[in-house]
C-alpha cells in the first residue's frame, strides 16, 4: 500500500503542473510546416490545385526540407446542406470528385500530411457547414477520411455563445484600441482578474480538442481565434497553435503589425505550443524581396507555423530559396530549444514600446546550432543597424566569462562563413530588410 502510494506521488510530481494538455497524440512538439490553400486561392479550391501544390512541394525541394502539411482551407464542401442521412459535411463533387478521402489518399501517397477547414460556429467565413454542435460527428468524419490537421475558424458564433467581455486585439480587429496600443477600458472590459480560459470562446475550442482526441488519428489542431480571449492565456492547453491577431495580408504594413503584436506575447511559446502569426504571404502582393524575407525570418524565429500560402508552379526562384533557408528552418524545428528568439532592443523606440510600424528591430535566440541574431530596418529608407555581442542575451555571459569578446559568426542569407568577428557587426540594411546571423563559439 506504502509502495503504490509512493508511485502515484512520484508519476504525479512528472506531469507538467500547468498547462496540463497531456497530448497522448504526440503531435506538435515544433512549429507545423506545410501549405494552406486560402492565401493563394481563397474560395476558388479544387483537387487539380491541391494536388499541383503538393507535387511541387516535392519537385522544388520543399517537403525534403521540412514542408509536410497540404490543407485544404474554406469552401470545400456542398454549401447549403449537410448528408441528410450521416448529418456529415459533403465534399462538393464538381470541386474534389474523389471526395476528400480520394485527395487525402493521394497526398500521403506523397509522404505527405493533409489538412481540413471548419469553423467554432454555424457557418465556415465562406458560409458553408460548419462544426458547432457537432463536433464530434466532424471529427470522427476528419478522421475517416485520413485528415492530420485541422485549421479550426471562429466565424458564425451563435449568439448564446458569445462572450461575456470583449477580449481585445490591439489591431483594431476585436474591441477598441488606443494609440499606444493598449485596448481601451469601458464597461466591456475583463476584471484583471478574469479567467479567460472559462470564456465561452475558451469552450467552443475545447469542445473540439476532445472530439480530436477522441479519434483514433493524430489530428493536429491550429486555433483560429483571431487572437481574441486572451488566447495565449489557454491556447496551450487547448491546442498546437493558435492565432495571436487578426488575418494577414500581403503587404508590408500588415506585416510589421503583426509580428510588433506578437513580441509581446512569445512568453507563451514552447514546445508543443506555438503563438500563430497566420500563414505566409512569401509570393504574393506586391512585397519586396526584403520584405519578404523579413516576414519569413521573424516567422520562423518566433516558431510560428510556417504555412506557405501562395501558387507553388508560380512562384520565383529566389522567394522559394527564402522559404528554403536552412538556418532559419533549423531554428524553427530545433529539438533542444523550445523557445522563439525574442527581441533585446526595440531600436528605432525605447524597449517595450508598441508601434505597429515599428515593431522592435533586435533580436536572438538559442539553437543547437548557436544563437540567432536578427535585425531589422523598419524604416522607408536604408539605414544602418548595429549588432553588439554584449547586448546580445546569451553571448554577453560568455563574453564576460571569456574575456574575448569575439564569436565565429556565418551570415544566414549567404551562408558565409564571416570566421571570427569581434565586438559584432554594423551593416547598412535597406528598407524592411533584416540581416541575420548565427553566432556560434566564442574564439
Ligand atoms: C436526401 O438527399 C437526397 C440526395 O442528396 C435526396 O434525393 C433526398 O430527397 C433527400 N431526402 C430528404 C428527406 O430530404
Ligand atoms: C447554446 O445553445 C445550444 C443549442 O441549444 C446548446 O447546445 C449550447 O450549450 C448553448 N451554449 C451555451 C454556452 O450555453
Ligand atoms: C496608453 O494610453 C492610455 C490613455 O492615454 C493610458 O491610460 C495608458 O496608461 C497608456 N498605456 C501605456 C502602456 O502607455
Ligand atoms: C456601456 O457603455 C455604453 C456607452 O459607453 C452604454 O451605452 C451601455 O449601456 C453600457 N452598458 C452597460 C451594461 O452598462
Ligand atoms: C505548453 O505545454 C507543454 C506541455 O503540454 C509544455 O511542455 C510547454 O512548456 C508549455 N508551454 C509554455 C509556454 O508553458
Ligand atoms: C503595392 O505597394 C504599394 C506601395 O508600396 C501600395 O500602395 C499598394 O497598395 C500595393 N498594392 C497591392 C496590391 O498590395
Ligand atoms: C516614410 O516614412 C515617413 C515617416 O514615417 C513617412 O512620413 C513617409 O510618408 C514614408 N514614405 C513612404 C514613401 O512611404
Ligand atoms: C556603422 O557604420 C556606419 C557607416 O559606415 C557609420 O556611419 C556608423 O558610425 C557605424 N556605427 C558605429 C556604431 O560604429
Known sequence: MLV????????????????????KNGIGKLPALGWNSWNAFSCGVDEDKIMTAANEMISLGLRDVGYNYVNIDDCWSIKDARDNVTGQIVPDPAKFPSGIKGTADKIHALGLKAGIYSSAGTE??????????????DAATFAAWGIDYLKY??????????????????????????????????????PATYDWSTSNTAKRYRIMRDALLAQNRKILYSLCEWGQAAVPTWGNATG????????????????????????????????????????????????????????????????SPLIIGTALDLLPAELLGILKNGYLLAFSQDGSFGGPATPYKWGTNPDWTFDALHPAEYWSGLSEKGTLVL?????????????????????????????????????????????????????????????????GNSC
Open 153 to 190: 475558424d471562429n466565424c458564425y458564433v451563435p449568439s448564446n455563445w458569445t462572450d461575456r467581455y470583449i477580449g481585445c486585439v490591439p489591431d483594431g480587429t476585436n474591441g477598441a484600441v488606443l494609440a499606444n496600443g493598449t485596448c481601451a477600458v469601458d464597461n466591456t472590459t475583463a
Open 375 to 439: 535585425a531589422l530596418n523598419t524604416w522607408n529608407v536604408t539605414a544602418n543597424r548595429e549588432i553588439v555581442w554584449s547586448e546580445v542575451p546569451h553571448l554577453e555571459t560568455k563574453h564576460h566569462e571569456r574575456g574575448g569578446g569575439a564569436f565565429e559568426v556565418t551570415d544566414i542569407w549567404t551562408g558565409e562563413d564571416l570566421g571570427c568577428v569581434q565586438h559584432g557587426l554594423n551593416r547598412s540594411v535597406n528598407s524592411h530588410d533584416t540581416i541575420g546571423f548565427l553566432v
Open 240 to 303: 498546437n497553435s493558435w492565432r495571436v491577431t487578426g488575418d494577414i495580408t500581403a503587404s508590408w504594413p500588415r506585416i510589421a503589425q503583426i509580428l510588433n503584436e506578437n513580441s509581446f506575447l512569445l512568453h507563451a511559446v514552447d514546445f508543443w505550443g506555438h503563438n500563430d502569426a497566420d500563414m505566409l504571404e512569401v509570393g504574393n502582393g506586391n512585397m519586396t524581396r526584403e520584405e519578404s524575407r523579413s516576414h519569413f525570418a521573424f516567422w520562423a524565429a518566433t516558431k
Open 124 to 137: 465556415t467565413c465562406g458560409g458553408y457547414p460548419a462544426s458547432i454542435g457537432v463536433e464530434e460527428l
Open 4 to 23: 503504490s502510494i509512493a508511485l502515484i506521488t512520484t508519476a504525479l510530481a512528472v506531469l507538467p503542473s500547468t498547462h496540463a494538455l497531456v497530448r
